[in-house]
C-alpha cells in the first residue's frame, strides 16, 4: 500500500470513497454533490488530501485544512477527516496516512495538527494517541450551527 498526495485526476475515484465515507456516518448518498465539493477544494487549493492506494484501487484518504493560530502568530493544519474503506482496513492504511500528515505539516514548519474524533471511536483515538496526539483536556469544544 501506498500513500500519496490526490491530485485532481483522482477525483471521480476519491469522489466515489468520499460518498462511502459520508453514508458511514449518516449522511444520504449523492455522488454528484461530493465530487463538486472535491472540485472545489482542488480548484480553490483549500484542503490538502493524501490517499491510500494498493495497485490501482484508492483504498482510503486524510484530509487537511489550513489553520491559524493568532495567539501564535502560526499556521497549523486540522485533520477533518480520515477514512478507509472497510475491506482495506487493519492493514496499516490509517497509520500511513495519519503518519503522512504529521510528517507533511512539520515539512511546512506548522505549530500543530489537530483532530476531533468521537469519544466511543476506540480504535482512532488508539491510533492517533499511538502517533503522539495528545487529548485536551483545557478546551471544551462549542458549535453554532448554521
Known amino acids: 500500500m501506498i500513500v500519496r498526495r490526490a491530485t485532481e485526476q483522482d477525483l471521480t475515484p476519491l469522489a466515489t470513497l468520499f460518498d462511502e465515507y459520508r453514508q458511514f456516518y449518516g449522511s444520504s448518498s449523492n455522488l454528484k454533490q461530493t465530487q463538486e465539493f472535491l472540485y472545489k477544494r482542488f480548484k ?8 491510500s492506494q494498493k495497485d490501482d484501487e484508492l483504498t482510503g ?3 487537511l485544512y489550513l489553520g491559524f493560530s493568532t495567539a501564535e502568530c502560526a499556521e497549523y493544519y486540522i485533520i477533518d477527516d ?3 474503506t472497510p475491506a482495506y482496513r487493519r492493514q496499516g492504511a490509517a497509520h500511513q496516512l495519519v503518519d503522512t500528515a504529521i510528517l507533511f505539516a512539520r515539512q511546512h514548519k506548522s505549530l500543530r495538527i489537530s ?3 468521537a469519544e466511543d471511536n476506540v480504535e482512532a483515538r488508539r491510533l492517533y494517541e499511538s502517533l503522539g496526539f495528545v487529548r485536551d483536556e483545557e ?3 462549542y458549535h453554532c450551527f448554521i
Open 139 to 141: 478546551f471544551s469544544t
Open 61 to 63: 484518504f486524510i484530509v
Open 82 to 84: 480520515t477514512y478507509v
Open 44 to 51: 480553490n487549493q483549500e484542503s490538502v488530501i493524501f490517499v
Open 115 to 117: 483532530l476531533q474524533t
